[in-house]
């Protein structure tokens, strides 16, 4: 099962380079870092169903730290939510795949987001409608370590502990980096699982970049049933990407052509590397 993760995981990242490619630009830092997560989330643990976007029994997902939605948009393309030729509508204006996540443009997107923090509130109030309409669909929130600078994500992580909202289950992107530099260097947010412990929140930290571990501390949050859950993330910003991983000024960068295709080179063998490995000889 981790091995095929594996090849989900990079299958995703491969096709969000590929869709970067058509730019020249685009936020790649903070989208290489969260495409486990994405891949453990559409490979079963997030009920969706492709077919009905809008489908009232599936659970949510709030992409809080919304530049990071041309990773999510690669994955809803795998999952079938849209065809692959939609993803050269990145960045197009009148296409439906802008800069930052939209709920009224792309199908499978749950919530519009980029403005940091709001994507706190915004998750609560999905898990606690959800509850009182009696439904058993989970809220996921994908959140960045810098983003978490902002006063409404502690305002929400208390508003969410006093309900006990169960089915709310968060990730903190811990990439260490955000647009002005590193965490540590703007502001020191200390240790996030402590934190959001302290909050009242059931708390987990495991390597972000093992799909195996990431779907096991969802699966531990999901037996919680008297309070919200988060996950955080240990990852390296870009990572998987040539030219970007653990680069000071990834959060939003140009790139050359040769950059790019030497970077698309180096995802495609590490696929079909994972391909071999799980015993599947399928192609993205």
Not at 23 to 36: D, K
Not at 202 to 222: E, F, N, R, Y
């Amino acid at each position: 099962m981790d091995n095929d993760l594996r090849v989900v995981a990079d299958g995703i990242r491969l096709v969000t380079l590929q869709t970067f490619s058509n730019l020249g630009f685009g936020h790649i830092g903070g989208a290489m870092s969260i495409v486990e997560t994405l891949a453990v989330l559409y490979s079963g643990e997030l009920r969706c169903d492709p077919q009905k976007p809008k489908w009232e029994n599936r659970d949510r997902l709030v992409m809080s730290k919304g530049h990071a939605g041309p990773a999510l948009y690669a994955t809803l393309c795998l999952r079938g939510f849209f065809p692959k030729e939609v993803l050269l509508e990145l960045n197009q204006g009148g296409g439906s795949l802008p800069s930052h996540c939209d709920m009224h443009k792309t199908p499978g997107v749950d919530m519009t987001t980029g403005s940091l923090g709001q994507g706190m509130s915004t998750a609560i109030g999905l898990a606690l409608g959800l509850r009182m309409n009696n439904s058993g669909s989970y809220t996921y929130l994908i959140l960045g370590d810098g983003e978490c600078n902002e006063g409404q994500v502690w305002e929400g992580a208390m508003f969410a502990a006093h309900y006990k909202l169960s089915n709310l289950i968060a990730f903190v992107d811990w990439n260490k980096q955000q647009l002005d530099g590193f965490i540590t260097e703007v502001i020191d947010m200390g240790d996030f699982a402590a934190k959001f412990e302290s909050f009242g929140w059931h708390t987990q930290t495991v390597d972000g970049h093992d799909p195996g571990v990431i779907k096991a501390a969802i699966a531990s949050a999901k037996e919680e049933t008297n309070k919200p859950s988060v996950i955080v993330l240990d990852t390296i910003k870009g990572y998987g990407c040539d030219f970007a991983e653990g680069l000071a000024g990834n959060h939003h960068m140009n790139f050359t052509a040769e950059q790019m295709e030497q970077a698309i080179e180096t995802a495609a063998k590490k696929l079909e590397a994972s391909r071999a490995a799980a015993g599947n000889t399928g192609r993205a």
